[in-house]
Nanobody
Framework: QVQLVESGGGLVQPGGSMRLSCVAS????????MGWYRQAPGQQRELVAR??????????DSVKGRFTISRENSKNTVYTVYLQMNNLKPEDTAVYYC????????WGKGTLVTVSS
């Protein structure tokens, strides 16, 4: 099993910044990808950004140029993925979920990000 623990959500004003973190531990494989998804009220869960074990990244068009995903690992036993979010907009308000994939999907419990003045 893989455990994912997210942190960093909260309330931020439009134009502000926030960083989300997700720590993956447990049955970790070096070949994996990690990402962030979000789900706004009444909407489907959508991909925000993903980073692959080789370092490649993909982003949703709506966050390109504003969000940056990165990852680090500690002795291949703990992986941490970050989502740096800049110039936040009210439409970024959602529950953000961490995802770890290595043939099977694992999900965090989610952290709420609210962008409002």
């Amino acid at each position: 099993q893989v455990q994912l623990v997210e942190s960093g959500g909260g309330l931020v004003q439009p134009g502000g910044s926030m960083r989300l973190s997700c720590v993956a531990s447990g049955r970790i494989f070096s070949t994996n990808s990690m990402g962030w998804y979000r789900q706004a009220p009444g909407q489907q869960r959508e991909l925000v950004a993903r980073v692959f074990s080789g370092g490649g990244t993909i982003y949703a068009d709506s966050v390109k140029g504003r969000f940056t995903i990165s990852r680090e690992n500690s002795k291949n036993t703990v992986y941490t993925v970050y989502l740096q979010m800049n110039n936040l907009k009210p439409e970024d308000t959602a529950v953000y979920y961490c995802n770890y994939y290595t043939g099977t999907d694992y999900w965090g419990k989610g952290t709420l990000v609210t962008v409002s003045s």
